[in-house]
């Protein structure tokens, strides 16, 4: 089975400090990763997704992530973060075969202005 | 349209109430899957349907919960006899095909239960 690790639960930085978050999935085949933003209050909205190919990709609001295979991490990445960024950041993958995503605990970003 | 629509937004119940939550999925997607966030913490994937048949329900508990997507209705989700750790936002998703487009989940804004 699939599971997914995000390794810091709340992170607070200042506006213009650069952003990572750590995600490491669990699973044997071919994956399909991505990360999701919450906004207090709001339903889950997509940042970025990996299928195949470059694995540096390119999200919206200046986010990216890049998958390295050897060590099953996607992390997300920010050179500078906004006020407007505060949001908490789910980790999902979907396995080749399953039509279901698997998620993360999360990680709180709390952007100090 | 091309929104996800849960209803209520909200929920309150009594200990061994009933709760029904119902999801409107985008017209044209087949799939929808319902998940549980309590707390805060990670999404917990309950069930999954095509269409109107159950695709995976390897996460929903065996009792008190169930859930249906007839057609012409909107889904639903429904506890039986509600627990104080039923509190939860519960979320629903649609997507066309999830196999063939992996990224093309929409989530809807939640429905948060209350168990008092």
């Known amino acids: 089975a699939q599971s997914v690790s995000q390794h810091n639960h709340h992170v607070i930085l200042s506006e213009a400090a650069s952003l990572e978050l750590g995600c490491n999935y669990s699973?044997?085949?071919?994956?399909?990763l991505f990360w999701y933003v919450q906004y207090p209050g709001q339903h889950l909205q997509l940042l970025l997704k990996y299928f195949s190919g470059d694995p540096l990709v390119k999200g919206i609001k200046g986010f990216e992530a890049e998958f390295i295979k050897s060590k099953f991490s996607f992390n997300l990445r920010k050179p500078s973060v906004q006020w407007s960024d505060t949001a908490e950041y789910f980790c999902?993958?979907?396995?080749?075969?399953?039509?279901?995503?698997?998620f993360g605990a999360g990680t709180i970003l709390r952007v100090k202005s | 349209g091309e929104e996800v629509a849960q209803t209520p937004k909200h929920l309150v119940r009594g200990e061994g109430q009933k709760a029904k939550l119902y999801c409107a999925p985008i017209k044209g997607h087949s799939y929808v899957f319902w998940y549980q966030q309590v707390l805060k913490n990670e999404f917990k994937f309950l069930i999954s349907?095509?269409?109107?048949?159950?695709?995976?329900e390897t996460g929903m508990p065996k009792e008190r919960f169930s859930a249906k997507c007839l057609p012409n209705s909107p889904c639903s989700l429904e506890i039986q006899a509600t627990k104080l750790e039923d509190s939860a936002v519960y979320f629903c998703?649609?997507?066309?095909?999830?196999?063939?487009?992996?990224?093309?989940?929409?989530f809807g804004s939640g429905t948060r239960l209350t168990v008092v």
């Open positions: 998703a649609s997507s066309q095909n999830p196999l063939a487009n992996p990224g093309g989940y929409t």
């Open positions: 999902a993958v979907k396995g080749e075969y399953g039509n279901k995503l698997v």
């Open positions: 699973y044997g085949g071919t994956v399909n």
């Open positions: 349907f095509q269409n109107e048949n159950v695709f995976d």
